[in-house]
Every structure is written in C-alpha cells, then in structure tokens.
Nanobody
Framework: QVQLIESGGGLVQAGGSLRLSCAASGRTISRYGMGWFRQAPGTEREFVAAISWSGGSVYYADYADSVKGRFTISRDNAKNTVYLQMNSLKPEDTAVYYC?????????????????WGQGTQVTVSS
C-alpha cells in the first residue's frame, strides 16, 4: 500500500502561485508513475499532469484553459515526494487537487490507471 498526503493548497489571488506537494509513505514511489488530478464542484475529476518514475517523461493536460506552460510537475524520489508548481493561477483552476500513484513506470493520464490516491488539497483562486 502507498499512502499519499497532499499539502500546499490554499487561497491565492489570480496571477499568483502555489506549490503542491505529495508525500508518499508505505512504499518507495521510485517505481511508480505519479499524477495530479483535480475536481471542481459539480464536475468530473480531470487530469492535470503526470510524470514517469524517473522523471524523464512528463505529460500535461491539453484541454481548454490548459495548464501546460503554467504548471510544472516534478519529483524527488529520494524524498518520496512529488510536486506541482502552479504559476499564473486563474479562477478556473479552483478545485480540489489529488495526487495519485500508478504501479509501473509509465505515467498515465487516465484516472482509472492509478492505484493509490491522496485525500486532496483545496486550491482556491480569487479574481
């Protein structure tokens, strides 16, 4: 089992930045693909970003108001932690952000590919 705990969420003004952290315990995540997803009220959970076990491959959501170019996913396997640096935040980025771990080195973009999930951290961006 892998336990994931997100932190770093909060209230920020539009244009601001936040850095989310996802600390893992129970197992080393060095052989897990890791991802970030988010869910706004009344919407389905959506993919944000993912990173392979080595950090050599990263993927970002490619939908309207995409996070690509504003968000950066990274990982520190020595610290068993994954990060999501969020810059130029917009009100539409407001959501609960979830960290997830996927068995195998591939970084998946679908939530059903992930085996372990954190409880989420709230990000609220005011206009």
């Amino acid at each position: 089992q892998v336990q994931l705990i997100e932190s770093g969420g909060g209230l920020v003004q539009a244009g601001g930045s936040l850095r989310l952290s996802c600390a893992a315990s129970g197992r080393t995540i060095s052989r897990y693909g890791m991802g970030w997803f988010r869910q706004a009220p009344g919407t389905e959970r959506e993919f944000v970003a993912a990173i392979s076990w080595s950090g050599g491959s990263v993927y970002y959501a490619d939908y309207a108001d995409s996070v690509k170019g504003r968000f950066t996913i990274s990982r520190d396997n020595a610290k068993n932690t994954v990060y999501l640096q969020m810059n130029s935040l917009k009100p539409e980025d407001t959501a609960v952000y979830y960290c997830a771990a996927k068995s195998g080195s591939y970084a998946g973009t679908r939530d059903y590919e992930y085996d372990f999930w954190g409880q989420g951290t709230q990000v609220t961006v005011s206009s």
